[in-house]
């Protein structure tokens, strides 16, 4: 045997619905400086940790420390903050830098909230909204992305587009695809 097929084990899994997410703060999030400002900026990337979309990504949550005036800067505590706590953080921890506050949310689990927000290009992506600790469990609420403008079907294109193919998850009435019983040339894949 070469492997099983493991639904939990997948390349590419994303993220189809806006809602309530427990993710896991992934090591490729960094501390960088933004573009627009200069400012001290930290781009978070998650990993949903439960539920049908587990294993999926929610990437590019900037959390910008703007320093300008004492407004700024107690809103920038307030934002920071609730990141540390969402992450277990205890009361009278200090913080020394973004880079540690980072160093110590690298693996821990949160919740996010994310909705569909559309860039400047006119596609949509997930964006979160809000965080805090993790829930008891993964909340999609079943709304999917919105149709981007530029990939809108004409008619011609909906007639014309080709029907699924089966799935692997047949009834069992068609054992065509019990793979025991296959040999290396009757995989669709080499």
């Known amino acids: 045997m070469l492997f099983k097929v493991d639904h939990n084990n997948i390349m590419g899994a994303t993220v189809e619905e806006a809602g309530t997410y427990n993710v896991t703060v992934l090591p490729t999030s960094q501390v960088t400086q933004s573009k627009s400002s200069g400012n001290d900026m930290m781009v978070l990337n998650y990993e949903v940790a439960d539920g049908k979309y587990k294993g999926g990504q929610i990437r590019y949550h900037y959390l910008v420390w703007n320093g300008d005036n004492q407004q700024s800067i107690e809103q920038s505590i307030r934002r920071f903050n609730t990141l540390a706590v969402a992450a277990g953080a205890q009361d ?48 999609p609420n079943g709304v999917t992305r919105p149709q981007s403008k530029g990939q809108q079907q004409s008619p011609r294109q909906q007639a014309t587009s080709r029907p699924a193919q089966p799935s692997f998850g047949a009834p069992a009435q068609a054992p065509q695809n019990n793979f025991a019983n296959m040999s290396a040339d009757d995989l669709p894949f080499a």
């Open 92 to 139: 009278g921890v200090e913080i020394a830098s973004l880079q540690l506050l980072l160093k110590a949310c690298i693996g821990k689990v949160l919740s996010v909230t994310v909705d569909w927000e559309e860039n400047q290009n006119g596609d949509y992506f997930l964006r979160v909204k809000s965080f805090g600790p993790a829930k008891q469990a993964s909340e």
